[in-house]
């Protein structure tokens, strides 16, 4: 059988103003989970839109592609010229989850949820001559996944080719997130085994790795036993998690002697009173202070993760996010406008209440207002965000962010780090569009392993605290931004 699998691209990435470094961090991961349950005789390739053209002049028997809620349409489109060409065609992802009617329109068989246990069940439904047109996911579980095809991923196209999860879904239950409708009517946060999880990791070629797990920290008892079997294995890696968990007693200890370098953190909003707007009660009454100290002293460098338009923010929450982050010294910041995904609680309210200004899903990308905001105008919302990127990232805040740092090392290393992320952009499409993204992963690892960046001298010597335990060793050779 031959088998096509699309990860399409977002409307977007045909303007000219794309970013491409942001879509070439990544390979499909889901399509080569799904890859892996197709037999030795099946002839299957992936295409990454992002990175790659698709090939339409083919003809394969089974197209199976992955649809998010900004690649919506491209998917459909793309959807709609196989079929007419007699292929048989499976949607499958958030989107579909969100929104299965709509998709049903454009394919043979949809599928709602994570596919490790309706994929599977179709393919024998397939082979049988008996395909059903709708799938829903139930059984949820990473026991025994066949091994995930990397061997079918175009590893020197993206900078982040190891890229892994070791879960699926969350233990939180915020507004905003996906993840409710996505896991509904099953287990909503589940790991691997640890052993398996080691395994997979031990795959990996290289150094560097990404955890793109929602929440790599939400199971304590599960990341404890991964960081301990990790110990030792030379890893350098990114992941992402909640603030409760950073200020958790021992676990980040455990997270950075086996390689943590840098954390995703959601800490979403500088004003209390949208947390509990939006269910966000991890975060409640914690100190964020205490949160960016606690991961510097341990060398980790942050990607702070803020939400701006919810109910309590007015004009002000711009100015107020970005002089916070600044002087915090928080490396990199990824800033979003809060957008009701379909099928999450945000949107149900937000459709109730009558605020939402269109469903043109193009738009739906966190970057467009699609919701009348309660504080301020939409006008001045986009604004708004456009301006905090532009002063976040302003030369003079860069350098004001690594002033706060103990070290030279470490001024160096958030310099480099900020500046590389966002300054040198043009450098990063020449690269990216010389199809060499893979080539700069060295450079990566450099930043992240930069000796003694963060860490305060000795205490005793000059009266200040000292940083973090133990480092992994940088032994074997051997991965969210
Ligand atoms: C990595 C990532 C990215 C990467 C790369 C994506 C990639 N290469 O796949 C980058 C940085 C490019 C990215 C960009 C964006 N992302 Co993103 N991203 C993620 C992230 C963190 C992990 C995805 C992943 O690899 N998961 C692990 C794999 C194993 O799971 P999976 O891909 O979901 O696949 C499984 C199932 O979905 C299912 N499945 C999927 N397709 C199919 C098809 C069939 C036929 C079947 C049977 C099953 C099936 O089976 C798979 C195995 O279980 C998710 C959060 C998350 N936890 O999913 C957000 C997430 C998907 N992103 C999101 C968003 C909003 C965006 C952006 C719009 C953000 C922005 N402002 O730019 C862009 C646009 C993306 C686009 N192209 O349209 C949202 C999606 C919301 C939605 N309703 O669609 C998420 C859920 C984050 C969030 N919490 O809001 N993203
Ligand atoms: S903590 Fe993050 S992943 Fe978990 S529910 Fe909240 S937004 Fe979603």
Redesign the pocket.
């Given at each position: 059988m031959r088998v096509k699998m699309i990860?399409p691209?977002?409307t977007e990435a045909t303007s000219p103003l794309f970013r491409p470094i942001?879509?070439s961090?990544?390979?499909?991961?889901?399509?080569a989970?799904?890859a892996g349950y197709l037999g030795p005789d099946d002839e299957v390739s992936i295409t990454?839109e992002?990175v790659d053209k698709v090939d339409t002049a083919d003809e394969p028997d089974l197209v199976?592609?992955?649809v998010?809620?900004?690649?919506a349409r491209r998917a459909y489109e793309l959807a709609d010229l196989y079929r007419a060409r007699g292929a048989y065609v499976?949607?499958?992802?958030?989107?579909v989850t969100?929104l299965p009617d709509e998709a049903a329109q454009h394919a043979d068989s949809i599928?709602c949820g994570?596919?490790?246990d309706?994929?599977p069940a179709?393919l024998a439904d397939f082979r049988a001559g008996q395909p059903a047109p709708r799938y829903t996911s139930k059984t949820r579980t990473l026991v025994d996944l066949p091994p995930i095809r990397r061997d079918l991923i175009k590893r020197h196209l993206y900078l982040v080719p190891n890229?892994i999860?070791v879960s699926r879904g969350c233990p939180h239950v915020c507004d905003f997130?996906?993840?409710e409708a996505f896991f509904e009517g099953g287990k909503s946060f589940y790991t691997q085994s640890v052993d398996a999880a080691l395994a997979e990791i031990d795959r990996l070629p290289g150094r560097h790795l990404y955890f793109?797990d929602?929440h790599l920290f939400g199971n304590a008892r599960f990341a404890k036993a991964l960081f301990e079997g990790m110990r030792g294995m030379g890893r350098l890696w990114q992941a992402a998690g909640t603030v409760k968990a950073v200020l958790q007693p021992g676990l980040l200890e455990q997270a950075v002697a086996a390689g943590l370098r840098s954390l995703f953190v959601g800490f979403e909003t500088v004003n209390a009173a949208n947390l509990t707007e939006q269910r966000k009660w991890q975060n409640i009454d914690r100190d964020y202070g205490a949160v960016v100290r606690r991961l510097r002293d341990h060398g980790v460098m942050i990607n702070g993760s803020f939400v701006f338009g919810m109910d309590s923010d007015d004009a002000s929450v711009f100015d107020r996010t970005v002089e916070w982050a600044v002087r915090q010294g928080i490396e990199t910041a990824t800033f979003?406008i809060l957008t009701p995904?379909p099928g999450t609680r945000l949107y149900q309210r937000m459709a109730a209440a009558k605020r939402l200004l269109h469903s043109d899903w193009d738009l739906y990308?966190?970057?467009h207002v699609v919701f009348e905001p309660a504080g301020m105008s939409a006008r001045e919302l986009e604004t708004g965000y456009w301006n905090a990127y532009r002063d976040f990232y302003r030369w003079g805040s860069i350098l004001r962010g690594a002033k706060t740092k103990p070290t030279s090392r470490g001024k160096l290393r958030h310099a480099a780090y900020a500046a590389g992320w966002k300054k040198f952009e043009p450098l990063w499409d020449l690269v990216i569009r010389a199809k060499r993204a893979g080539q700069a992963l060295p450079l990566l690892e450099t930043v992240l392993s930069w000796p003694g960046a963060d860490r305060l001298p000795v205490a005793g010597r000059d009266g200040l605290r000292r940083g973090a335990g133990p480092v992994a060793p940088a032994g074997r050779p051997h991965a969210?931004v």
């Open positions: 990860l691209a977002l942001k879509y961090l990544f390979p499909p991961l889901g399509l989970t799904l990454d992002h199976v592609i992955q998010y809620i900004t690649s499976c949607l499958g992802g958030l989107h969100s599928f994570p596919g490790e309706i994929w179709f890229s999860v997130c996906y993840k793109l929602d979003h995904y990308d966190t970057r969210r």
